[in-house]
């Protein structure tokens, strides 16, 4: 997608701290690049937010993904997320041309531009840090997602029920270094 001397010249800008902020909203992530003039480049990148409606849908299919839920409530991102997305046939990545759109005011007159590379390099670390990023930017928080899989998992509780106590076993010395019957 992109010529190899632009993302080269993009990752050399990342790893400068040429890119000097970068901001997010929802469903855009706002820069500013150092380039070779004295005034920064603006780089925006909007992914576009999913409805509502969609995120419903995709609320809907974690919930029948135990493994997934159990990682989110723990804070973390389950490697196969995508497959939930995937089950109602949406995308947690921009799929479409339409999903992601984005712009330099530098006078590049290439698509992805060495500024827009080395926003790209920092969003990717920055996934790799709060892989929640990506939920935020498609429109819903890791609080308001975590929420509606507490309320599910308190709701599906059965409290009527009684847990058995088993009161630890003493340890003793007699048998102590024995394999035990498992």
């Known amino acids: 997608l992109m010529d190899r001397g632009r993302l080269s010249r993009g990752r050399t800008y990342a790893r400068k701290g040429q890119v000097l902020s970068l901001t997010e909203g929802r469903g855009e992530v706002s820069a500013r690049v150092q380039g070779s003039r004295s005034r920064p480049y603006n780089v925006t990148i ?84 709060d892989p929640f990023l990506l939920f935020r930017l498609r429109g819903k928080s890791q609080d308001e997602i975590l929420a509606v899989l507490r309320q599910h998992h308190s709701a599906n509780r059965d409290d009527d029920s009684e847990v058995a106590y088993e009161p630890p076993q003493p340890l003793l010395l007699e048998g102590f270094w024995e394999i035990g019957r498992e």
């Not at 809907?60 to 490697?79: D, N, S």
């Not at 006078?107 to 969003?123: G, N, P, R, S, T």
């Open 46 to 129: 909007r992914i576009k937010p999913l409805s509502e409606k969609d995120w419903d849908r995709v609320l809907e299919a974690l919930l029948t993904r135990p493994i997934f839920m159990a990682q989110l409530l723990a804070g973390e991102m389950p490697q196969d997320i995508e497959e939930a997305f995937a089950a109602v046939k949406l995308s947690l990545f921009p799929s479409k041309s339409n999903d992601l759109t984005q712009e330099c005011n530098c006078q590049d007159y290439a698509e992805v531009c060495k500024h827009l590379a080395a926003v790209h390099y920092i969003l990717a670390e920055r996934f790799d840090e």
